[in-house]
C-alpha cells in the first residue's frame, strides 16, 4: 500500500467514493436521496485550502481522507475506506498522517463532524485523541 496527495486525475474516483460514504450514512439519515450522486465535487475544491490524502494498492484508490483548511483549525470533513479493505489499519494511518500535515501548517485545532448514531466513528476517533466538543440538534419536519 502506498499513501500520497491526490491529484486531478484522482477527482472522479474521489467523487465516486464520496457517494459510497453518503449513501453509507443513510443507516443514520434516512432523509439522503437514495439516487443521489456526486459529481465534480473534489475537482471544485482540490488545491483551495484543502487537502485530500489517499491510499492506493496496486494503483488502485481504496481510501481517503478530505480536509479543509482554514487559518484558525482544520476540519476532516471525510473519510472513506472501500468496504473490503477495512479493519487493516488503513483508516488510522490516513487520519494520523493527516494530522501531521495539519500540524506542519502550525494548525493544531482539528474537528470532525460524525452522524449521532455513528457508534463506530465515534469510538474509532476517540481512540485516536479526539474528543466530544459539540452536538448539533436538528428537527426534519
Same mark, same amino acid.
Given at each position: 500500500?502506498?499513501?500520497?496527495?491526490?491529484?486531478?486525475?484522482?477527482? &472522479? *474516483?474521489? @467523487?465516486?467514493?464520496?457517494?459510497?460514504?453518503?449513501?453509507?450514512?443513510? !443507516?443514520?439519515?434516512?432523509?439522503?436521496d %437514495?439516487?443521489? !450522486? +456526486?459529481?465534480?465535487?473534489y475537482? &471544485?475544491?482540490?488545491?483551495?485550502? $484543502?487537502?485530500?490524502?489517499?491510499?492506493?494498492?496496486?494503483?488502485?484508490? *481504496?481510501?481517503y481522507?478530505?480536509?479543509?483548511?482554514?487559518?484558525? &483549525?482544520?476540519?476532516?470533513?471525510?473519510?472513506? +475506506?472501500?468496504?473490503?479493505?477495512? $479493519? !487493516?489499519?488503513?483508516?488510522?494511518t490516513?487520519?494520523?498522517?493527516?494530522?501531521? +500535515?495539519?500540524?506542519?501548517?502550525n494548525?493544531?485545532? *482539528?474537528? *470532525? $463532524? +460524525?452522524?449521532? @448514531?455513528?457508534?463506530?466513528?465515534k &469510538? =474509532?476517533?476517540?481512540?485516536?485523541?479526539? %474528543?466530544? =466538543?459539540?452536538?448539533?440538534?436538528?428537527?426534519? $419536519?
Amino acid at each position: 500500500m502506498t499513501f500520497r496527495f491526490a491529484n486531478v486525475e484522482d477527482c &472522479n *474516483i474521489l @467523487d465516486t467514493m464520496l457517494t459510497k460514504l453518503i449513501m453509507d450514512e443513510r !443507516k443514520y439519515d434516512k432523509s439522503i436521496d %437514495k439516487n443521489f !450522486k +456526486v459529481q465534480n465535487f473534489y475537482q &471544485n475544491v482540490l488545491g483551495k485550502n $484543502n487537502i485530500i490524502y489517499l491510499c492506493e494498492e496496486e494503483n488502485k484508490i *481504496i481510501g481517503y481522507v478530505y480536509t479543509i483548511i482554514n487559518s484558525e &483549525n482544520a476540519v476532516i470533513d471525510a473519510l472513506y +475506506v472501500e468496504e473490503c479493505y477495512r $479493519n !487493516k489499519k488503513i483508516a488510522t494511518t490516513l487520519i494520523t498522517e493527516i494530522i501531521k +500535515v495539519i500540524n506542519e501548517k502550525n494548525i493544531y485545532k *482539528i474537528l *470532525i $463532524n +460524525v452522524m449521532s @448514531d455513528n457508534i463506530v466513528a465515534k &469510538n =474509532f476517533y476517540l481512540s485516536l485523541g479526539f %474528543k466530544p =466538543f459539540r452536538e448539533t440538534l436538528i428537527l426534519n $419536519n
